[in-house]
T-cell receptor, first 113, second 116 residues
Framework: GDSVTQMEGPVTLSEEACLTI???????????LFWYVQYPGEGLQLLLK?????DKGSNKGFEATYRKETTSFHLEKGSVQVSDSAVYFC????????????FGKGTHLIIQP | DTGVSQDPRHKITKRGQNVTFRCDPI?????LYWYRQTLGQGPEFLTY????????KSRLLSDRFSAERPKGSFSTLEIQRTEQGDSAMYLC??????????????FGPGTRLTVL
């Protein structure tokens, strides 16, 4: 079945540091890939997405590229801010059988001033 | 506010009691999803509806769980004879099948269930 593996947290960085959160997946067919973010006390929000190989999703300074050859969708940001502190979830949608999203376990990001 | 709403936001109940949660999706969305999220884990898919039809159920959805979407608008999720293992955040999401971004799901704030 479908699965998503993302790096364990928490990840603690200083403000203005570079960020990479790794995400790899296993899926049938050609899934769509997503990053969702959950700020403290809030619901899940879609951060960015990519629907086919080599697509790059971007939003709020975050980027992720759909790499079919390595089955990866790593989240990157060049300079993080304290306000980026949140839990980040990588997810996929393959639409084959179960029509829900398959999520990773989440990575808690802590940015220190 | 035109987002997904859920009610109640928090529910504390005793083991063995029945509970019901409500989800109101974004008004034009025809697909509605339920997920469960336990501490330290990502959301896990439970079931989804297209309009009023329930099209898929996860193996996680035991016989004690039932979901409805009677008129293709709001949905309810009922858990009968709750167990402590049911304690979790229950999330609802909606999407618009037939749009270019049909696989983009919008989530509500969740209902946190605590079973004592």
């Amino acid at each position: 079945g479908d699965s998503v593996t993302q790096m364990e947290g928490p990840v603690t960085l200083s403000e203005e540091a570079c960020l990479t959160i790794n995400c790899t997946y296993t899926a049938t067919g050609y899934p769509s890939l997503f990053w969702y973010v959950q700020y403290p006390g809030e619901g899940l929000q879609l951060l960015l997405k990519a629907t086919k190989a080599d697509d790059k999703g971007s939003n709020k300074g975050f980027e992720a590229t759909y790499r079919k050859e390595t089955t990866s969708f790593h989240l990157e940001k060049g300079s993080v801010q304290v306000s980026d502190s949140a839990v980040y979830f990588c997810a996929l949608y393959s639409g084959g059988g179960a029509d829900g999203l398959t999520f990773g376990k989440g990575t808690h990001l802590i940015i220190q001033p | 506010d035109t987002g997904v709403s859920q009610d109640p936001r928090h529910k504390i109940t005793k083991r063995g009691q029945n509970v019901t949660f409500r989800c109101d999706p974004i008004s034009e969305h025809n697909r509605l999803y339920w997920y469960r999220q336990t501490l330290g884990q990502g959301p896990e898919f439970l079931t989804y509806f297209q309009n009023e039809a329930q099209l898929e159920k996860s193996r996680l959805l035991s016989d004690r769980f039932s979901a409805e979407r009677p008129k293709g608008s709001f949905s309810t999720l009922e858990i009968q004879r709750t167990e402590q293992g049911d304690s979790a955040m229950y999330l609802c999401a909606s999407s618009l099948r037939g749009s270019p971004s049909y696989n983009e799901q919008f989530f509500g704030p969740g209902t946190r269930l605590t079973v004592l």
